[in-house]
């Protein structure tokens, strides 16, 4: 059973950053895209970030671009998500997410939350204005 866990959620303020970290426990973990996600309430869950196998390729929704930065490390089985300059419209439960490498060529394409085969139960990013 591959589990997900993240952690570093928590409240911020406006402008401040935050760093979500999400531990696999699967030995393959180095074969699988990475991704974050998150939903707010009352709203469907959005893409934030993926990242290849090797780190080499990343992607960004428009909204989080420049602002967040997506990392792994394989040896450590982790992967992170690095939120600066957040706004108050980040408040939501941030979900990692893998699927498995080599099913689309492209990492934009690990947009769409279908393509994943793996989730975290969230954690809750809060951003106080």
């Known amino acids: 059973q591959v589990q997900l866990v993240e952690s570093g959620g928590g409240l911020v303020q406006a402008g401040g950053s935050l760093r979500l970290s999400c531990l696999i426990s699967?030995?393959?973990?180095?074969?699988?895209?990475m991704g974050w996600f998150r939903q707010a309430p009352g709203k469907e869950r959005e893409f934030v970030s993926a990242i290849s196998w090797s780190g080499g390729s990343t992607a960004y929704a428009d909204l989080v671009k420049g602002r967040f930065t997506i990392s792994r490390a394989n040896a450590k089985n982790t992967v992170s998500l690095q939120m600066n300059s957040l706004e108050p419209e980040d408040t939501a439960v941030y979900y990692c997410?893998?699927?498995?490498?080599?099913?689309?060529?492209?990492?934009?394409?690990?947009?769409?939350?279908?393509?994943?085969?793996?989730w975290g139960q969230g954690t809750q990013v809060t951003v106080s204005s």
């Open positions: 699967e030995r393959t973990f180095s074969a699988h895209v």
């Open positions: 997410a893998a699927g498995h490498s080599g099913r689309y060529y492209y990492i934009d394409q690990y947009n769409d939350q279908y393509r994943y085969d793996y």
